[in-house]
């Protein structure tokens, strides 16, 4: 979605404020149920994840942003501590699957932005099956074997310096993106970026997602891209620290949790949802099926999903909770304008086996090598 003037500056305006009547009425409504993951937890349950006194959570999610909560657990839960471990994707993966191999029992709960990477785990057997009112609710397209669960719904975006970019220029479709690059080549030189899908496992599903849902346009973009030195990353807070410096003036496929996290405090970004089609990914979590503390880890799966979690998630990563119930809050609920602004676009990634394509290593260096050659830097532009 492009900010333009006129009638598009209408909807824009319209879209920042379901954003944020979303945060304000799904926070409200959930408060009124405060409690209610707890509430819901037959008391043996409660009483055995106490006795554990701990949960412990490998995720590949920056703890600042999800800090809110952790403590909100806690406050929920006294006696049960979350042991938080802050990794990479990439990072997150090998380390499970090292302390399997190893005998080391260390997760209790597995959370990832690396679509692809968990279903992986849970399709080699690391992860066991969880059912609660909780699960039930998600829509149909976020749960796995009753094993993988979706836990967002986060848009990729294109990411701009308001400063070097102005809202009449700023793309609204993948091909008015290419438009862009062609046009004004020098103006972009050296100053795009997207994440690395070698280093990054994230990077990886987007781009090949990207690629399956359009690959006409993917690939033209990844050459032009390419062509103009693309700058590619393993995180998005290095891209958006660059783009905010005015180091760089655009930014592709990113995460769009931190990217509209950090505009709502740096007003220097802009953050776009393309109208032609959006992907949407979800950070799906599972229970470990070594798991040393089961109940704990059960109490804090349901946390996540339950209307209290959910509103936690929409308001400190500042997008719309994955359950349905707990995003329509009311029948004239912000939230209802940005599905009807948005819906056509937006393409959520189904979790399944179909993410486990390109974790095939035959298939995953093909895709690698065809963007090395597309977004090899050519001297002219």
């Not at 406050?75 to 979350?82: C, N, Q, S, T």
Request: one cysteine or more; glycine letters at 8%; a negative charge.
């Amino acid at each position: 979605m492009r900010t333009g003037d006129g009638a598009v500056m209408a909807m824009v305006r319209a879209c920042r404020g379901a954003l944020c009547g979303l945060r304000v009425a799904v926070f409200g409504l959930a408060m009124l149920c405060a409690g209610s993951a707890l509430a819901r937890q037959a008391p043996d349950a409660r009483e055995a994840a106490v006795r554990e006194g701990v949960v412990v959570v490998y995720a590949a999610a920056d703890q600042d942003v999800v800090q809110p909560i952790l403590d909100d657990f806690e406050a929920l839960h006294p006696g049960i501590r979350v042991e938080y471990h802050d990794l990479s994707s990439n990072e997150l993966y090998q380390r499970v699957v090292d302390e399997r191999a190893a005998g080391t029992l260390g997760a209790d709960v597995v959370w990832s932005s690396a679509m692809d990477l968990q279903v992986k785990l849970v399709n080699d057997g690391y992860a066991q099956p969880h059912r609660s009112p909780e699960t039930a609710a998600l829509p149909r397209w976020a749960v796995w074997k009753d094993e993988a669960f979706g836990t967002t719904y986060e848009p990729a975006a294109i990411v701009y310096n308001k400063r070097l970019l102005t809202e009449a220029e700023v793309p609204d479709t993948h091909a008015e993106l290419i438009r862009l690059l062609g046009e004004q080549p020098s103006r972009l030189l050296g100053r795009l970026a997207s994440y690395d899908p070698e280093r990054s496992g994230l990077g990886l599903l987007l781009h090949t997602q990207d690629a399956q849902a359009n690959p006409i346009v993917f690939w033209q973009l990844a050459r032009r891209m390419g062509e103009l030195g693309l700058e590619q990353h393993s995180s998005s807070r290095d891209m958006l620290d660059r783009l905010a410096a005015g180091q760089l003036v655009l930014a592709y496929n990113v995460l769009g949790s931190y990217a509209h996290k950090r505009a709502r405090s740096e007003a220097v970004l802009g953050v776009v949802w393309p109208q032609d089609y959006t992907l949407v990914l979800s950070r799906v979590a599972f229970i470990a099926r070594d798991a040393r503390h089961p109940a704990a880890a059960r109490l804090w799966l349901d946390h996540l999903l339950s209307p209290r979690g959910q509103a936690l998630l929409a308001e400190h990563l500042g997008l719309l909770p994955v359950r349905a119930d707990a995003g329509t809050a009311g029948a004239d609920s912000a939230a209802a304008l940005l599905h009807e602004n948005l819906r056509h676009a937006f393409r959520p990634i189904r979790i399944g086996s179909g993410l486990l394509t390109y974790q095939d290593q035959a298939k995953r260096q093909a895709f690698l090598r065809q963007w090395d050659a597309a977004t090899r830097p050519s001297v002219e532009p």
